[in-house]
């Protein structure tokens, strides 16, 4: 079954009773030929891009440079297969890079029909005209007997009946497409929240995929959606997916928002699979892919050093939210809330951390308890450190507000970060290497929010899988001794209700119409398997 819904927040009742659908049908689902384990692989790839040019290319010098990357691809992708792996996420401008105008990269168009037509495109390559790329990516799919994500370009002609239609006729979409084993195109996703991609048009509405197989439910969105509530959110809580394929050209921004440390944080705080393949160029410091689970990261893959990318493939459970490991939910706020404010040893100072000012306090001794607050966030750390480095600074750190120059996204984080230097204008700005070790280590906000983050990230940029923990109550703690050297430790929060709104963001109407259909849909969905 493959589901493509359009839609935003919806009201307390609606979202009970669709839930409850869904998990009625996931439970189901479970039981009829499911498997409990799989194994994913992502594909980090080092793009070949187009050569700089004052007008568009030929299709053909498009598809030329397309087939180039694809090449690449395919190695990868067959190789997964070898290994056992059932699904493959490839990244975004995997295929043709990122910078373009409209009139660029219409060359590397094609018309990405709606997965309902029952289309395998290696099998019926002219169905819908000229789609070299569709079928190529059809036939790996086939040929390797693996479900296959790629990031292409759709194109969809509109006229002047439709008001919103672009002066060149036509909808341009970043967008995302699945194969089957058997090279059929079950699920397209075009991508709503667009970061400074002028070539691109932004969909009228969030769109909702998902697509069901003998290993899970999988929802998709690309690269800066997962900032956002929807499709990110809603896809996890509402449609109940027990797995995310998330394709990027993620930049790494330290402190808060390198690929690694946010996708796996993001993998925990949503306690959802996440297959994240990032695209590798250095020079962008573009790098950052991996296989989260609920509870830890499985694999993943961070190197500045090499101009290649790098396949990772990892285990997982199919249905995490039946598995006896599956994390319990967590109130971020409770145990914040409980305890009194720790007295404040020495000043609080303000520091930017990118242009979000923060208000720290220095981690002065080797142990200790602190708080920091800003507006109605407070932070709570307890620490003890396994040996106080003198050339050194720690702070503790609170921000609640809108973020950045953009002043759209509603942040609220906690953080206990190195600074740059001893100097403490240096605190929040990027620093990637450390040696101070901490045997002990707890973190906790009175968010006002329930969607927190818990990010850990280590020297030179690396994850600590299995040595920290979310507690129910809402404290980030660390586990199993002392901690290599940390660089920031952090309650990352979204407050989305209180996000000023894009363009591409007016989500806040009422969604009745499309739940009410997909709740019909679920129905006779259910009914279909109860028979079979």
């Not at 669709?18 to 384990?37: K, W």
């Not at 058997?182 to 991609?197: D, I, Q, T």
């Not at 280590?458 to 920290?468: A, E, M, R």
């Amino acid at each position: 079954m493959v589901s493509v819904v359009h839609g935003n927040h919806q009201t307390a009742t609606m979202i009970t009773s669709f839930r409850t659908s869904v998990a009625v049908f996931a439970l189901i689902n479970l039981h009829v030929g499911a498997l409990d384990t799989f194994i994913a692989a992502v594909y980090e790839h080092a793009v070949i891009l187009p050569n700089a040019t004052g007008k568009p290319v030929s299709q053909e010098n498009a598809l030329l440079l397309m087939n180039k990357n694809i090449d690449i691809l395919e190695k990868a992708i067959k190789q997964a297969a070898a290994q056992g792996a059932q699904i493959i996420v490839t990244p975004e401008d995997a295929l043709y890079g990122w910078t373009f105008t409209r009139e660029k990269i219409f060359p590397y168009l094609e018309d990405i029909p709606d997965p309902q037509v029952n289309w395998i495109p290696c099998q019926q390559p002219r169905r819908f005209g000229h789609t070299p790329v569709q079928t190529r990516l059809s036939c790996l799919a086939k040929n390797s007997s693996i479900y296959v994500l790629a990031n292409i370009g759709d194109k969809k002609p509109c006229n002047s009946s439709d008001s919103k239609c672009p002066p060149d006729g036509y909808y341009q979409y970043n967008t995302n497409v699945v194969y089957d084993k058997e090279g059929k195109l079950v699920a397209r996703y075009h991508k709503y929240h667009l970061y400074s991609e002028p070539q691109f048009d932004v969909p009228k509405k969030p769109e909702l995929v998902t697509f069901n197989t003998t290993f899970g439910r999988f929802g998709i969105f690309t690269c800066f959606d997962i900032l956002f509530h929807d499709p990110a959110i809603t896809l996890v809580e509402d449609f109940q997916v027990d797995t995310i394929l998330f394709p990027t050209a993620w930049m790494n921004v330290l402190p808060f928002l390198t690929a690694i440390e946010f996708h796996s944080a993001w993998a925990v705080g949503m306690r959802v699979n996440l297959l994240a393949a990032d695209t590798h160029n250095v020079e962008l410091k573009m790098t950052g892919s991996g296989i989260y689970a609920p509870h830890s990261p499985k694999e993943f893959y961070y190197n500045m050093a090499s101009g290649t990318g790098s396949l990772v493939l990892a285990e997982l459970d199919s249905h995490p939210r039946a598995s006896p490991d599956y994390p319990p939910a967590v109130n971020w706020s409770v145990y914040a809330r409980t305890i009194k404010p720790f007295p404040v040893q020495k000043s609080i100072f303000g520091g930017l951390v990118s242009q979000d000012r923060f208000n720290f306090t220095e981690l002065f001794e080797n142990e200790g308890n602190l708080t920091v607050c800003q507006e109605d966030l407070c932070c709570h750390l307890s620490y003890r450190m396994a040996g106080k480095e003198k050339d050194e600074v720690y702070v503790l750190g609170a921000f609640t507000g809108l973020h950045g120059r953009r002043q759209q996204e509603y942040w609220q984080v906690c953080t206990m970060m190195k600074c740059q230097t001893t100097d403490r204008t240096t605190c929040g700005k990027p620093v990637e290497t450390a040696l101070t070790r901490f045997d002990m280590f707890s973190l906790s906000g009175t968010f006002g929010t329930n969607y927190v983050f818990p990010e850990v990230l280590l020297t030179d940029i690396h994850l600590s899988p299995g040595k920290f923990e979310v507690l129910k109550d809402g404290r980030l703690v660390n586990k199993n001794g002392t901690s290599r050297p940390i660089l920031t430790v952090s309650l990352f929060g979204r407050w989305y209700k209180k996000d000023r709104l894009s363009i591409s963001g007016k989500i806040n109407k009422s969604a009745t119409t499309y739940l009410s259909i997909s709740t019909l849909l679920m129905i006779l969905a259910l009914q279909y398997i109860v028979t079979i």
